[in-house]
């Protein structure tokens, strides 16, 4: 009996898990083996990037490297490396706002000194920004507006979401859960 019990409840929770599974649209969040790739334009330098950045289950060295590059502090040329639940998260904005469009990079990675220069001329600078540990990124979408860009990045509920519009511009990072 006892083992009956066990296949019925085992088989329940199998069955729920797999409805639970149907119930995640694929464009939704990045399927664990699915390859990620993501296509940038960095708006201060020109650069253009496609690149697969992660593959069978793993990032791809070579893939961060270049990312790490093009999101390079451009007032000074300091790399610093990305982190990569960024990268996932814009691969999933990406996916729910179904873009065809490359990011557009306003800012990503900024030096300390940058971040204090900035921070001397703006209100809208933190002193501690996640830009200094690579964990932010200021970008748009060229076929996708602004709200909508704001609506998916704070939907999925992962670090913060700033709205820019007069500066054309939505801020992400992987920082705690917030908006403004």
């Keep these: 009996m006892t083992s009956i019990i066990?296949?019925?409840r085992g088989f329940m929770g199998a069955a729920a898990s797999a409805v639970a599974g149907l119930l995640v649209p694929r464009t939704g969040f990045a399927q664990p083996m699915?390859?990620?790739?993501?296509r940038f334009n960095h708006?201060?330098?020109g650069e253009k990037l496609a690149i697969e950045y992660w593959r069978e289950g793993t990032y791809e060295p070579e893939g961060l490297g270049a990312i790490n590059r093009l999101m390079r502090d451009f007032r000074t040329g300091d790399v610093h490396p990305i982190d990569p639940a960024l990268l996932?998260?814009?691969?999933?904005i990406k996916g729910m706002t179904e873009t065809r469009s490359p990011f557009e990079i306003i800012s990503a990675y900024r030096s300390p000194k940058t971040?204090?220069?900035l921070n001397g001329?703006?209100?809208?600078?933190?002193k501690n920004s996640l830009h200094l540990r690579g964990m932010a990124i200021d970008i748009r979408l060229g076929d996708v507006t602004l709200t909508d860009l704001r609506r998916a990045a704070t939907a999925t509920r992962r670090g913060g979401v700033g709205y820019y519009a007069g500066s054309n511009f939505v801020h992400v990072d992987t920082g705690r859960v917030r908006t403004w």
Excluded: K
């Design 115 to 117: 971040n204090a220069a």
């Design 34 to 38: 699915d390859p990620r790739v993501l």
């Design 43 to 45: 708006t201060h330098t």
């Design 121 to 126: 001329h703006s209100d809208g600078v933190a």
């Design 6 to 8: 066990a296949t019925r």
């Design 88 to 92: 996932d998260l814009l691969h999933d």
